[in-house]
């Protein structure tokens, strides 16, 4: 039996790095056998072009349900592919959009990277009409993404600010990254600090903000989520992914009365090819994480099952687990919907 009546997966990436090249080429010039560490792909990620991944990805949404997806850019992928499945799929994908061109040019050392310009960039997309949202995660300078450059707090929440701004201006949501992956750190500046969204919540409280990862992006601590649990306690425009939550997460924000379900976004991150690791017995079971003894995971790791599994164990109504699946999504990023009164009702 499908989980729910509709089913909304609000954190996708269709597109795929094709690294392997990039990867021999580094190996070889520091052979270290056939082991391909996180590290290593984390440096040659800035130089990668990716491929469509969308026939696997449709393979899971068929196979458990999923009726659309939510496709962001992250390192390496384009607005333009996105854009591509959105038009080829109608009514099964709609899109994020990144300031993409912006960071491009500054990595390539063709301008100096700065928020004003990709705010611009990001308006463009807007203007359009063909995106939902801003996303993953805030626009950054690729010299402060990989540590060459410091950036203070207060410059970058200025920075945020902006971003906010165009997000206001067309009103539409917009993602704020939590945690890092086990294998690599990117320097995401507010990555580490979900409490920092306190104020630009405070500041734009029309404007829709999305933890993604919820402080749930790999590993076991949930130090990071119970920071985003008080931001979203406290802001009635604070949302939270949950995609990489195992259950007992779900219960911390459902039994939260300023949280519940009506603040609960499920999103898994598909296509980032982090693995489920299994510690059967122990208390999680089951959570994402990369593992750095075996290098880059080479399948496609099944996100939809291991998220879906974790949210059916969930012990509540029918109607707030629809609002977890797609009803909250579909609110707020406002999708169309072919009825009516299909959703509990929470503003």
């Known amino acids: 039996m499908k989980l729910g009546r509709f089913i909304i997966d609000g954190h996708v990436h269709s597109q795929r790095h094709a690294a392997g090249p990039h990867l021999k080429q580094k190996l070889a010039e520091n052979p270290r056998g056939n082991k391909l560490r996180y590290r290593d792909l984390c440096e040659v990620m800035p130089h990668m072009q990716a491929y469509d991944n969308s026939e696997r990805l449709l393979y899971d949404m068929n196979c458990y349900g999923v009726d659309i997806c939510i496709l962001m850019a992250w390192y390496g992928m384009t607005n333009e592919q996105n854009l591509a499945l959105v038009e080829k799929y109608p009514g099964r994908f709609v899109a994020l959009c990144a300031a993409k061109e912006t960071y491009d040019r500054a990595q390539r050392g063709e301008i100096e990277w700065t928020m004003e310009e990709a705010c611009k960039e990001l308006d463009r997309h807007l203007s359009t009409g063909k995106y939902v949202g801003l996303g993953e995660g805030m626009p950054a300078d690729p010299k402060v993404l990989y540590r060459k450059k410091q950036i203070t707090q207060t410059d970058r929440i200025d920075e945020l600010i902006q971003v906010m701004e165009v997000a206001r201006k067309h009103q539409v949501p917009v993602h704020y990254h939590t945690g890092f992956a086990m294998g690599y750190h990117l320097g995401i500046t507010e990555a580490l600090y979900p409490l920092w969204a306190h104020q630009i919540a405070s500041e734009y409280p029309d404007v829709p903000i999305i933890f993604d990862h919820g402080g ?114 579909i609110r707020i990023y406002k999708l169309k919907f072919p009825l009516t009164r299909m959703f509990k009702p929470v503003e």
């Open 216 to 329: 749930m992006a790999c590993w076991w601590w949930e130090h990071l989520v119970d920071q985003c649990l008080h931001v979203a306690a406290s802001h009635d425009n604070v949302y939270l992914e949950t995609g990489l939550y195992w259950t007992e997460l779900y219960y911390k924000a459902l039994l939260d009365p300023n949280i519940g379900p009506e603040k609960l976004i499920w999103a898994t991150d598909w296509g980032a090819s982090i693995p489920i690791y299994s510690q059967p017995g122990r208390q999680p079971a089951t959570y994402a994480m990369q593992l750095i003894k075996e290098g880059v995971v080479n399948h496609q790791v099944d996100m939809m099952g291991w998220s879906l599994r974790q949210v059916s164990r969930l012990d509540i109504s029918q109607d707030d687990l629809n609002l977890i699946l797609a009803g909250n999504a």
